[in-house]
T-cell receptor
Framework: RKEVEQDPGPFNVPEGATVAFNCTYSNSASQSFFWYRQDCRKEPKLLMSVYSSGNEDGRFTAQLNRASQYISLLIRDSKLSDSATYLCVVLNQAGTALIFGKGTTLSVSS | GAGVSQSPSNKVTEKGKDVELRCDPISGHTALYWYRQSLGQGLEFLIYFQGNSAPDKSGLPSDRFSAERTGGSVSTLTIQRTQQEDSAVYLC????????????????FGEGSRLTVL
């Protein structure tokens, strides 16, 4: 089983839609989780950390379910500029590196 | 510059040749990482430097791959006797320093070096 698994998509949604991405991780001892965003042929950039209690940043909400080893990202009121690949990221057990999922591709159309 | 700088941005080489990829991290960042991203694949961790030492080199795929960092700054990733499966974008990232964790998960990536092995 891969360390971090995501549905690759693509998710094709109209502007204004709400879309949710899911991610599972294999190491139950993992402590830190993040979502990164990668635009086409660009480098990845941190979108947000994922906290145990769930956290929100504007239109973006991240949730963590430790029991199910499951992380989610919800995007409300999608914008054209949200079109990108969203990477689920888990800190490895040694605390030395971030482990990236393959990403979920989102395409928002007008 | 203010960001992570990588060179070359593109490299085309013949199978069997050696290549060197360079990374200049953000000034003052003590942690440096190398990842690679193949077409349709996720980012694959290669090696982590803290200062000049590499506490985690578990991601290097074979002994053809090596990396060093000098002066706590610039790092070089060397691939010897390149193979076609080495073709990928090699991404370098830096961060202010350990520990990575909750509230401190930001790696600053360079634009990458795209390696094509013919």
């Amino acid at each position: 089983r891969k360390e971090v698994e995501q549905d690759p998509g693509p998710f094709n949604v109209p502007e204004g839609a709400t879309v949710a991405f899911n991610c599972t991780y294999s190491n139950s001892a993992s402590q830190s989780f993040f979502w990164y965003r990668q635009d086409c042929r660009k480098e990845p950039k941190l979108l947000m950390s994922v906290y145990s209690s769930g956290n929100e940043d504007g239109r973006f909400t991240a949730q963590l379910n430790r029991a199910s080893q499951y992380i989610s990202l919800l995007i409300r009121d999608s914008k054209l500029s949200d079109s990108a690949t969203y990477l689920c990221v888990v800190l490895n057990q040694a605390g030395t590196a971030l482990i990236f999922g393959k990403g979920t591709t989102l395409s928002v159309s007008s | 510059g203010a960001g992570v700088s990588q060179s070359p941005s593109n490299k085309v080489t013949e199978k069997g040749k050696d290549v060197e990829l360079r990374c200049d991290p953000i000034s003052g960042h003590t942690a440096l990482y190398w990842y690679r991203q193949s077409l349709g694949q996720g980012l694959e961790f290669l090696i982590y430097f803290q200062g000049n030492s590499a506490p985690d080199k578990s991601g290097l795929p074979s002994d053809r791959f090596s990396a060093e960092r000098t002066g706590g700054s610039v790092s070089t990733l060397t691939i010897q006797r390149t193979q076609q499966e080495d073709s990928a974008v090699y991404l370098c990232a830096s961060s202010p320093g350990p520990p990575l964790g909750q509230g401190n998960g930001e790696l600053f990536f360079g634009e990458g070096s795209r390696l094509t092995v013919l």
